[in-house]
């Protein structure tokens, strides 16, 4: 007789009658249960589970923390010295690039440009008073020429004409040397006139104000502090994002990389960024590398200096994502 067994198995029930030396009669039932013929185990019929199967890692992220930082962002010193007299933009005003941001005063400048321009013309009269000399010179000595082959004039009155005629020509090479010397002097005092006016050198926004109307300042190249000059100015364009990553993740960072910062100062605000380069030095201290994150919209009311977190997409991750179009 052959009764069902477990899912796995089938079972074998069979009766074998007891030896008749054995103290009792009545046969006695043996249960032997065996494997069925035919039949597999499970762990060779049942197919694997997802569980069984050897899940493969996910792509993690890549996190870091740094700040903002301005590419561009300057203070704006004159090339001159002098007094401020007209400060036509003030904090946090926007400007281009060639606007006025501060003048100087002028008047000496003025004076010494009206006194250059004098010496200029006083210059080239002198230049051209010597060249008619010279021309009156060369007739006289070609009349002499004439006169001492007629034999009227000694050869005394050629030698002195022709002597005379070579100091001139002397005198009206000094002459327009002197007045190109002139001119050089006037276009210099007009290029030192325009350095009163202060301009700016590219597109951007007045962070501060060094100076107030009437303050003396000192030219660029004298010298100074951080913090002397006329204003300080930034270009909002030039803004990004140094993140310190720990360096165990130094090979799964690249340029071209994507990422989203978060900054403190607006947490519910995530910025779109990419990996514009990776500074070429690590931070022995800190045991991290510096990679520079550039901005892929313009950020409104973003600040240098504010701190932020980085969160870059894996590499792995970050080709699925190009596949998908993200």
């Known amino acids: 007789m052959i009764l069902a067994g477990t899912a796995a198995t089938f079972a074998a029930v069979y009766f074998t009658p007891v030896p008749s030396d054995a103290p009792w009669k009545p046969f006695a039932t043996r249960i032997v249960t065996e494997p069925a013929k035919g039949t597999e185990t499970s762990s060779q019929s049942k197919a694997p589970t997802a569980q069984e199967q050897t899940a493969k890692p996910l792509p993690q992220t890549i996190v870091g923390s740094g700040y903002v ?12 010295g002098g007094r401020v007299v007209d400060l036509p933009l003030d904090v946090g005003d926007h400007f281009l690039a060639g606007q006025v941001i501060a003048r100087l005063d002028k008047t000496t400048d003025e004076i010494e440009l009206r006194i250059a321009k004098s010496q200029a013309a006083a210059a080239v ?4 008073r010597v060249e008619v000399s010279l021309e009156q010179a060369r007739k006289t000595l070609e009349r002499t020429k004439l006169l001492l082959e007629r034999g009227v004039v000694a050869t005394s009155s050629l030698d002195a004409d022709s002597l005379a005629v070579v100091q001139l020509t002397s005198d009206l090479d000094s002459a327009r040397q002197a007045a190109e010397t002139a001119r050089l002097q006037v276009e210099k005092q007009e290029r030192t006139l325009s350095l009163h006016q202060i301009v700016a050198p590219f597109d951007g926004v007045v962070v501060t104000r060094l100076v107030g109307l009437g303050d003396m300042v000192a030219s660029g190249t004298d010298g100074g502090g951080p913090r002397d000059g006329i204003a300080i100015l930034l270009d909002p364009n030039s803004l990004t994002v140094d993140a310190d990553i720990a360096q165990s993740n130094a090979a799964r960072i690249q340029p071209g990389q994507t990422a989203v910062a978060i900054l403190d100062a607006f947490p519910d605000r995530p910025f779109k ?7 070429p030095a690590a931070s022995l201290q800190k045991g991290t590398v510096t990679a520079r994150l550039e901005f892929l919209t313009p950020p409104s009311r973003v600040l240098p200096n504010m701190a932020a977190k980085v969160t870059l997409d894996a590499p792995d991750l970050q ?6 179009g993200f």
């Open 69 to 80: 930082v301005a590419g561009r962002m300057i203070t704006l010193r004159p090339e001159i």
């Open 125 to 128: 009269a002198a230049a051209r």
């Open 273 to 279: 960024m990419r990996v514009r380069t990776i500074v």
């Open 319 to 324: 080709t699925n994502l190009d596949e998908r």
